[in-house]
């Protein structure tokens, strides 16, 4: 009798089980996915469903991948400005430039009447080694002619580049040689370097100049702060223009080098994820050097994470204009076939609490896209009591007043310098004049520059070879027409743009920046600060009342780690945008 029921329960008995196995299974895929993404079992399903019955019952065939590709951006559109989807053919693209390297065979080059003209030839790299030089124009790749329409910039990185230790044959026409020139290449690492030029800017003060923050910049950092206490140097300008930010880390890293111990940083803090502090570990070498760090409208995120920290802490003083105004952190999470996302996880704040996102609605929009040239009509540039500063004041260390929501105000401002500008000189940039006359110019003269060592013996050339004449007569045959008053007014501007790109395809970045640097108002002031003693942020002369005064976070219980160098255990978080310019009409590199 107890056989017969005990068998008669049984399937319910199993069918219980596997019901319980299936609810145990899901909870631990959930617990346990990390990154890997999951359908949630609400209306979500409903995307799913869509495209299912799309493929099952559409009149047309439809390419199902080809339609999510296109759905994800817009999906991510919805949330934040920052929120990105990257298709797995640029997944590795984008992330080579924060990586510190890729894999290729180690020139820059311009694409010239549908041919790659080499401009330059990274230093240790292979295509040095087997004797390729600037000015050589790549005609064949692989045995197969590389010119005319098949000649872009995609198709010339995606054959060039390629896997370590693996080779590609080139031909190129040389100026002298009468037949094509072939070369064996093995592609091997090329650096991407953050730090575009480290020197003296006069006897005492030294001068870093940080183009992003990635993998290698906080090594890169060490070196150049090396290399400028050799040469003595005895205050310190960082210089954040154009920065578009990058890991969290090396912002931190770099903050670390300058600070006491126990100084917060910055901390972050999201729906689902915990407030997560950053402090000093009392550990950086340079915690008493005068500090001056400059700042535009296009620093941004982990840059402004740098800025922040230093003017919360007070220990330098900002200076130029305000920044770009982005709080929002990204986690990279990657998906199956290598595509991936960067979704927004936190917000990140200064030290006195601070966060400087400036404000969005609607995943951002247009508004947002067009927010740096709502800032320049305003008269934001200009004029710094045309600067809109309405978020929430906050205090730094000493008590100074800064605010929140829209970027890191300048303890000092300087404007933008439009004195020479007008419709002419604008048109000469915009319509890439500037840059094929410089290199036409170089082209040309490529054989009688070959030894000039310094950037005042190329000017001493430039000039001698009136050079500036020569664009006008340039620029008039391609249809821009010589103005004379348009032309003195702009004189100077004219005079940095191509002399400017002449020096950066001859010599490289840096001789560039320090070229560009003799004329530069922000380095001006900051030289000018440094001499009169005011690097150092001094206490308000009368103190806001207490009960309008938020107070930085000072608890004594501390809920993380302390911040060390050494550890490497915080997480690399992407926060990096894109806000690449170019005023001075310098062309645009690509390497392979």
């Known amino acids: 009798m107890n056989i017969n029921r005990s068998s008669r329960f049984a399937p319910l008995i199993i069918a219980i089980s596997v019901i319980i196995g299936i609810l145990i299974g899901t909870f631990y895929a959930n617990r346990f996915s990390g990154n890997r993404l999951n359908i949630i079992n609400t209306s979500s399903n409903k995307l799913n469903d869509l495209l299912h019955i799309i493929d099952d019952q559409y009149v047309d065939t439809v390419n199902i991948a080809d339609l999510v590709e296109k759905a994800m951006p817009e999906i991510l559109s919805e949330l934040d400005p920052h929120s990105t989807y990257i298709s797995a053919k640029d997944a590795k693209e984008a992330n080579e430039d924060l990586k510190g390297s890729f894999s290729g065979i180690g020139i820059q080059f311009v694409i010239r009447k549908d041919t790659i003209n080499i401009t ?12 390729l030089l600037a000015g050589d124009k790549i005609i064949s790749i692989d045995d197969k002619s590389f010119v005319g329409k098949v000649c872009t910039n995609d198709e010339a990185t995606s054959r060039l580049k390629g896997e370590k230790g693996t080779n590609v044959k080139i031909g190129v ?7 094509p020139l072939y070369f064996t290449i093995e592609r091997g690492d090329i650096p991407v370097k953050s730090i575009d030029a480290t020197y003296m ?19 890169e950092f060490l070196m150049s702060l090396a290399q400028l206490e050799q040469e003595g140097f005895k205050g310190l300008v960082v210089d954040l223009r154009g920065n578009g930010g990058g890991y969290l880390i090396s912002a931190i890293q770099m903050v670390n080098e300058f600070l006491p111990k126990d100084r917060l940083i910055v901390y972050t803090e999201g729906r689902k994820s915990k407030r997560e502090d950053y402090r000093s570990d009392g550990r950086g070498s340079y915690q008493n050097i005068p500090l001056i760090v400059l700042t535009d409208e296009t ?13 919360d802490n007070d220990r330098g003083i900002i200076v130029g204009r305000r920044t770009f105004g982005k709080g929002l952190v990204q986690q990279p999470i990657e998906f199956h076939d290598g595509s991936l996302i960067h979704l927004t996880i936190a917000r990140y704040y200064t030290p006195s609490g601070r966060c400087i996102q400036k404000p969005y609605v609607n995943g951002g929009g247009k508004d947002y896209a067009l927010d740096i040239v709502t800032r320049y009509q305003h008269g934001e540039f200009f004029n710094e009591d045309s600067i809109r500063q309405t978020g929430q004041k906050y205090t730094t260390n000493l008590g100074r007043t800064v605010y929140g929501g829209g970027g890191i105000m300048p303890d000092y401002f300087v404007a933008e310098d439009t004195s020479g500008l007008t419709s002419y000189y604008t048109e000469a940039v915009t319509k890439g004049l500037i840059s094929q006359f410089c290199f036409d110019f170089i082209e040309t003269n490529r054989s009688n520059m070959k030894d000039l060592d310094s950037i005042d013996d190329v000017i001493t050339y430039l000039k001698s070879q009136r050079v500036i004449d020569k664009f006008i007569r340039f620029a008039d045959k391609k249809n821009l027409k010589r103005r004379n008053l348009m032309i003195r007014k702009s004189y100077h501007l004219l005079q940095d743009a191509i ?11 840096e001789p560039y920046i320090q ?35 938020k107070k930085a976070y000072t608890s004594p219980i501390y809920a993380g780690s302390y911040f060390h160098i050494e550890s490497g255990n915080i997480k690399s978080v992407a926060i990096n945008i894109s806000t690449k310019n170019d005023k001075k009409g310098n062309s645009n590199k690509h390497k392979a």
């Open 120 to 131: 330059n030839i990274i230093k240790g790299g292979p295509s040095e080694k087997v004797g």
């Open 173 to 179: 026409k040389r100026n002298g040689e009468a037949k």
């Open 201 to 219: 800017l006069n006897d005492e003060l030294g001068y870093i100049k940080v183009n992003k923050f990635g993998e290698t910049t906080y090594p």
């Open 299 to 311: 620093t941004a995120s982990a840059a402004e994470i740098f800025s922040g920290a230093i003017q």
């Open 499 to 509: 002399f400017g790109s002449i020096i950066y395809n001859m010599m490289d970045m």
């Open 515 to 549: 070229y560009l640097n003799r004329n530069d108002k922000t380095v001006e002031k900051a030289t000018e600060l440094y001499k009169e003693g005011k690097t150092k942020p001094t206490a308000p002369v009368a103190e806001e009342s207490s009960k309008n005064k």
